[in-house]
């Protein structure tokens, strides 16, 4: 298992590297922030299987000298986090796909669906202009006229904020890896992670092929959507602690 993962990783590191490069780090920076990692994924797994949780131990894990360890114990990047739930932005589109409106709807309208009484049914906080201004500003909607318009299912939406690109691909990138993680190490059969590989196709079809992927996810999405968010909003007021991700990617080379 360990030969093979090893032959393996190259393979899973090679874009992230790659991309490091392109970003300007440099292999120092790369190895002393894995460096870090190592010793705080020894940590808790050794806390995780209810041992006691020593510089030493962490040492025999990863092989990494103690005296290293100790000198780092104070700067450890593997804080306790908080969880994150759901952004405000989150939740309008969430309610807005749920209530089944429509694409467009107007930004205020008495007697009718739009989207001042959208936000004000959701919170009181932040006022209808502040979330628009946010939604616009990810990707997620746009405003003509007095129209706001839904555009994140659209096929061509991405946010154009490089810091919102970047804490997408980690999250993302970095859940795709603990599914991967908890079915090999675990046999955990709840979760899955599936591709559908097409060989031997031409430029123009791998791009018909994506933009079909896309539809599709569109589709998916919007379903998986309507039936978490009832789910979401009893359990999370009950002390439900779990995050369920639901995603899709389309690739061609």
């Known amino acids: 298992m360990k030969v093979n993962f ?12 790659s991309m490091a490069i392109k970003l300007g780090v440099n292999y120092k920076e790369f190895n002393a922030l ?12 050794i806390s995780a299987n209810g041992d006691k949780l020593t510089d030493a131990a962490i040492s025999a894990s990863t ?8 000198q780092n114990k104070k700067q450890s990047i593997h804080k306790k986090q908080t969880k994150q739930w759901i952004s405000l932005p989150a939740q309008i589109i969430a309610a807005w796909i749920t ?49 706001i318009h839904l555009t994140v299912f659209e096929a061509d939406n991405n946010p154009t904020d490089k810091a ?22 675990q046999g955990d059969k709840t979760l899955f992670e599936q591709a559908v ?4 196709v031409f430029d123009d079809s791998a791009k018909m092929l994506c933009e079909s992927a896309k539809e599709q996810w569109q589709v998916a999405s919007k379903k998986v959507i309507k039936k978490a968010t009832p789910i979401s909003e009893k359990e999370e007021k009950q002390g439900g602690k779990h995050r369920v991700v639901f995603g899709v990617y ?3 080379r």
């Open 99 to 147: 209530q089944d409106l429509k694409k467009v709807i107007p930004y205020a309208k008495q007697d009718d669906a739009n989207f001042v009484d959208l936000v004000k049914n959701i919170t009181t906080e932040k006022s209808p202009k502040t979330i628009l201004n946010e939604l616009v500003r990810l990707g997620h909607a746009r405003k003509v006229g007095n129209e």
């Open 63 to 70: 092989n990494i000298a103690r005296s290293y360890i100790a």
């Open 250 to 252: 389309c690739y061609y």
């Open 34 to 45: 894995s460096k870090k990692v190592f010793v705080n994924e020894a940590g808790a797994i």
């Open 197 to 200: 590989k097409i060989d031997g």
């Open 6 to 17: 090893l032959q393996n990783l190259s393979k899973i590191l090679s874009p992230i590297i």
């Open 164 to 185: 919102v690109l970047f804490q997408d691909f980690s999250d993302n990138l970095a859940t795709h890896a603990w599914t991967g993680n908890s079915i090999l190490t």
